[in-house]
């Protein structure tokens, strides 16, 4: 268990809605990473944070924000959120905390399964 | 191209046999390789890391790296129901890329 919890579990939102997913985390995990999860397309970095106020944009970026406050809490916010947004959203953290995290596996948590009608 | 390309599967095999599961790569500067478990409505699990060539073995899991090749595969051996999941190679150059996935069957 790496300590990451992902709220909500659940979440059916409308078109246009902003929506805000959070990531706790509770071992003081520099490296965390937001990814979304589609058929067809495998798992596909949106964001990801190495280090409090420090993010980045990953692969499929184009909708989404980001914030990291704390170094235990990630957020993800789709700020007008799209059909095409509808999908599964994992948290993950790299397995290191030093400089070998780098090159770490993540481990992920359990995920958020988002609607959006 | 795609940057991490698995078998297409699904896989299907008898219990007891050995599932073998392939994956290449572009990025011939890749330096971490990973292997997870995925069971349907869940997360991926990490299941073996291999950082460089030649076999690594892990209970009934054996991971095999080539890099001149580009290749890593994982072998199952002595394949169980439990095993029937959707297994993900991910693959780590200049960033952490994961395949689409093959999905295992086992059948009793």
């Known amino acids: 268990d790496a300590g990451i919890t992902q709220s909500p579990r659940h979440k059916v939102t409308e078109t246009g809605t902003p929506v805000t997913l959070r990531c706790h985390q509770t071992e003081n995990h520099r490296y965390m990473y937001w990814y979304r999860q589609d058929p067809g397309h495998g798992l596909r970095l949106i964001h990801y944070s190495y280090g409090v106020k420090d993010t980045d944009k990953g692969e499929v970026s184009d909708g989404y924000s980001v914030s990291r406050s704390k170094t235990e809490d990630f957020l993800l916010t789709l700020e007008s959120a799209t059909s095409s947004q509808t999908s599964v959203y994992f948290c993950?953290?790299?397995?290191?905390?030093?400089?070998?995290?780098?090159?770490?596996?993540?481990?992920f948590g359990n995920g958020t399964r988002l609607t959006v009608t | 191209q795609k940057e991490v390309e698995q078998n297409s599967g699904p896989l299907s095999v008898p219990e007891g046999a050995i599932a073998s599961l392939n994956c290449t790569y572009s990025d011939r500067g890749s330096q971490s390789f990973f292997w997870y478990r995925q069971y349907s409505g869940k997360s991926p699990e990490l299941i073996m890391s291999?950082?460089?060539?030649g076999d690594k073995e892990d209970g009934r899991f054996t991971a095999q790296l080539n890099k001149a090749s580009q290749y890593v595969s994982l072998l199952i051996r002595d394949s169980q129901p439990s095993d029937s999941a959707t297994y993900l190679c991910a693959v780590k150059g200049y960033k952490l890329s994961f395949g689409a996935g093959t999905t295992v069957t086992v059948r009793a």
């Open positions: 993950a953290i790299s397995e290191n905390k030093g400089r070998a995290a780098y090159n770490s596996p993540l481990h």
């Open positions: 291999i950082y460089s060539n």
